[in-house]
């Protein structure tokens, strides 16, 4: 490894990237409102990364198909393990490094498909910005056909330390699927800590951290991260144990692997077994325009940032630079207009709840603390264009 700092940043970048890196070492606040250097910039909002929970949509559909409660959590499990790849290393593999993701406006909206294939029926997507400030993103995905549906909302808390910026997720998200009894079963899952190295060296990338959980009122999934250390272990590593929640009888399943490639069963009546594998190809979601006619309105991301996510594409920075804030001053000033009109920007899709009642439910099984967390609930009110 080169030991030159910023190493593979471009030449004519490198004095920024310095300035940039001091910045956030010095910096005691969070680091998401830092504006980064133009050519670590992506050229996707925010908004877009609720569409990394089913890039893989038949295995999103494949929970639906399970007829008991013990298959049901390994094909959640199994789902939620294949979303990783594309959600924190598809950058790195698609771009060289991490980028960072353009800050989505208050109200930015965006709406997408996975259309029917194989029976596996229609997954639609909606997203909402929620909130600026803090940055909170809320999503809903549905396939109406299997009765599985996500509901959820996260934001990040950034920090640096150790050379690193670590990245608590906040948030998490409820699944709810119909059983073939009628019932309505619900999983809370909640989210990995993400720490982001390879700064010095104008390279970052995403490591998980620490522990998740997936859980419902009859299985309880504990999720460990461990990143590659200095001396040994593999980057990208993880561990899954699920176990019966209390009172409830079943079996034990251990499973262990990289998350972005493939896994395998460790421990319990499976041992040996395949679990995961996300090395074939992946299934971009097809962005819809959410007005009657089916055209993006004002407030859809790619209407929104088209000019500057072609200026990133491009390499042409002034440009983007310049596009990013006109939008910025125009937000600004609309929060201004709000704070004289005594109003309030009132979201589409998304109601705001001070306590989920799911979570609090759920979330003792995993001794989670607090047991209790805020929540956007979805309004049920999909543009005509999704359905």
Known sequence: MSEQAGEAVPAAQRSSWTSFLKSIASFSGD??????????????????????????????AAIGDQHNPEDRALTVLKWFISTLKGQY???????????????????????GK??????????DLLVEQVSHHPPITA?????????????????????????????????????????PSGETEEYVITLPRLRIDGLWYGSPYIEL???????????VCTIEYKGKGYFSGK??????????????????????????????????????????DVTGKKEEVTALGGESGGEMGEFETRKLWSLVAK??????????????????????????????AGTTWQLKHFTHINSDPVFERLSPLAKIVPPTEDFYTFNENWPPTSR
């Open 311 to 340: 200026g990133i594409r491009d390499g042409d920075f002034e440009t983007a630079s310049r596009e990013k804030s006109k939008i910025e001053n125009e937000q600004r000033q609309r929060r201004r207009d709000e704070a004289a």
């Open 235 to 276: 980057s990208h590593s993880f561990k899954a144990v699920l176990t019966p929640a209390p009172g409830v009888s079943g079996k034990d399943h251990v499973i262990e692997g990289l998350w972005h490639t493939t896994s395998k069963f460790i421990g319990g009546p499976r041992n040996g077994k395949d679990f995961h």
């Open 89 to 111: 290393t598809s950058r790195n593999e698609s771009m060289g490094s991490e980028k960072k993701p353009l800050n989505p406006v208050l109200g930015e909206l965006f709406y």
């Open 139 to 179: 999503y809903a995905i549905e396939n109406k056909s299997k009765g599985i549906k996500l509901v959820g909302h996260n934001a990040q808390k950034t920090s640096f330390s150790g050379g690193s910026i670590i990245v608590k997720q906040i948030g998490h998200a409820v699944l709810m699927v119909k059983t």
């Open 209 to 219: 951290a620490e522990t998740s959980y997936i859980i419902s009122k009859s299985y």
């Open 31 to 60: 680091l998401s409102s830092m504006t980064a250097p133009p050519f670590i910039l992506s050229p996707v909002s925010l908004t877009e990364f609720p569409a990394y929970w089913c890039e893989r949509p038949e295995l999103f």
């Open 114 to 123: 996975w259309p029917d294939l194989n029976g596996r029926g229609q997954t």
